[in-house]
């Protein structure tokens, strides 16, 4: 069972940056990673992917803003979070699945963080 641990969400004014972390409890070169956040009220959506191969994946709303990364040596993932939005206020989880394929269904992650705020202010 994968364990995943976020770190780095915070308050920021809008244009401001963060870099979230997520600690894996195993190697998860392996592992589909990604980023989802879910602002209240609102359903889980996808941010950013990363697929075993190395390849990424972004959600319209963040392209050009967000990059996700990934450390194998400290199995670690990263979302840095650049040009900050107001509408970027959300509780930010990082999950994985094995098996070799990226979904973007988190119904279909079977590992999650227990997630980190993020609040962006006008």
């Known amino acids: 069972q994968v364990q995943l641990v976020e770190s780095g969400g915070g308050s920021v004014q809008a244009g401001g940056s963060l870099r979230l972390s997520c600690v894996a409890s195993?190697?998860?070169?392996?592992?589909?990673m990604a980023w989802f956040r879910q602002a209240p009220g609102k359903e889980r959506e996808g941010v950013a992917f990363?697929?075993?191969?190395?390849?990424?994946n972004y959600a319209d709303s963040v392209k050009g803003r967000f990059t996700i990364s990934r450390d194998n040596i400290k199995n670690t993932l990263y979302l840095q979070m650049n040009s900050l939005k107001p509408e970027d206020t959300a509780m930010y989880y990082c999950a994985a699945v094995g098996g070799g394929h990226c979904y973007s269904d988190p119904l279909l992650f079977d590992a999650w963080g227990q997630g980190t705020q993020v609040t962006v202010s006008s």
């Open positions: 195993v190697y998860t070169a392996g592992y589909c």
């Open positions: 990363m697929y075993p191969i190395g390849s990424t």
